[in-house]
């Protein structure tokens, strides 16, 4: 076995947390008090998502095109190497043991145990015409349907302005419905815990929005504003990944910054913000038996010699306890009969 996860002590933690001179900041730091990483680094950790029935935390590696699976009791560590372009995506499906993973730009059932190409079985394709784009990010909503952007074309860390979309992805066709154009980097997603509102992040419009959110027919309407993030940080940060927790406060993540922020989306204030030892965090996720470990993936993306250097737990993934909150159980893809599609 080759995954085992480091405890860190509390004081390393307050070391690495600076003072927040311009916005004020409840810190629950003192509870702190330790997080784990697991003894493997990956190019660019991406979608951690909780199967709370079977205990399995999924995660991917964009860059290394592979799916991974953590079963959290017996820390049995599977991977699978996907070989067909950047892997973003991956969610478990109901009543199936294939997974949804998203690939490129498309996304297909996954068979862990099928070898090459026949382990992937289509769904749909997005973005269409435009060969460059990337699906990014996805979650399901309550009702099991598949919510999901692109992004355009990368150079380095720039992504070019305005080619992605936001879709929705529904039965029996699994046709995309084109929910909101353009966005540039579509990322986080969550839903609050009633359903009627529909948080959302495009990375480079720079703020967190909402939507007003209707359920039954997939429909957002009412765009707005929940955080700007120009307001708290230099133009080299950018909002990445979103989860909420059962006081329906959400939660990101900042990439180039290290930093995760809870945000109460009623009053639209931050109300803690906890940095890391690494700069590039991506994307989390509320997991563990009792749900209350915050699971962070990071990234070594595009970093130099001296960065990985200053940063030797860059590309990890951090697993944060005493949060004094927990999440809620995710939804997983419904997609009938997914086992024999
Ligand atoms: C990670 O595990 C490997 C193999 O068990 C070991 O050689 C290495 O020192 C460990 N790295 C850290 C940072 O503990
Ligand atoms: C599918 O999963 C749901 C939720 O876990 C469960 O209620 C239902 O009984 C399952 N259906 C079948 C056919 O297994
Ligand atoms: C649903 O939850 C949101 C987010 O907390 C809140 O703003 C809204 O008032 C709630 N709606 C109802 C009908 O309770
Ligand atoms: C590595 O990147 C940092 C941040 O962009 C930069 O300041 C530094 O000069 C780079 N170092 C090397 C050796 O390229």
């Known amino acids: 076995m080759f995954l085992q996860l480091w405890s860190i002590a509390a004081i390393y933690i307050l070391y690495c947390i600076k003072p927040a001179a311009l916005y004020d900041v409840k810190y629950i730091s003192e509870n702190f008090n330790t997080f784990e990483y697991m003894n493997l680094s990956f190019s660019h950790g991406e979608s951690p998502v909780w199967d709370h029935a079977s205990g399995m935390l999924y995660w991917v590696d ?21 070989n067909y372009g950047e892997v973003n995506i991956v969610m478990p499906v109901q009543n199936s043991s294939r997974l949804l993973v998203g690939v490129r730009n498309a996304l297909f059932l996954m068979d862990w145990d099928k070898p090459g190409d026949s382990a992937l079985r289509f769904v749909a394709a997005f973005d269409q015409g435009l060969p460059d784009n990337i699906l990014n990010e996805g979650r399901a ?20 302005h305005d080619k992605g979309s936001l879709y929705s992805l529904e039965p029996p066709h699994f046709v995309p419905r084109v929910q909101l154009k353009p966005v540039s980097i579509s990322n986080g997603l969550a839903w609050s815990l009633n359903n009627t509102i529909l948080y959302y992040i495009d990375s480079l419009a720079r703020k967190i929005e909402a939507f007003d959110f209707d359920l039954e027919k997939a429909h957002i309407s009412k765009r707005r504003t929940i955080l ?59 997991g563990g038996p009792r749900l209350d470990d915050l699971i962070v993936t990071t990234s070594r993306r595009n970093m130099n010699a001296t960065q990985l250097k200053e940063q030797p737990l860059a590309g990890a993934i951090f697993i944060l306890h005493n949060m004094g909150t927990k999440g809620v159980p995710s939804y997983k893809f419904v997609f009938s009969n997914a086992d024999n599609y």
């Open 62 to 82: 964009a860059l290394q095109q592979d799916v991974h699976a953590l079963h959290y009791a017996s820390q049995k560590h599977k991977v699978k190497h996907i």
């Open 141 to 160: 909503d309550a009702l099991g349907r598949f919510w999901g952007g692109t992004k355009g074309r990368q150079h380095g860390n720039n992504v070019i």
């Open 228 to 286: 700007d993030i120009d307001e708290y940080w230099d133009d080299d940060v950018i909002a990445d990944g979103m989860t909420i927790d059962e006081a329906g406060f959400i939660w990101i993540t900042l990439m180039f910054h290290g930093c995760i922020v809870r945000i109460n989306p009623d009053t639209r204030q931050i109300v803690e913000r906890y940095k890391l030892p690494v700069t590039l965090t991506t994307s989390l996720t509320w």
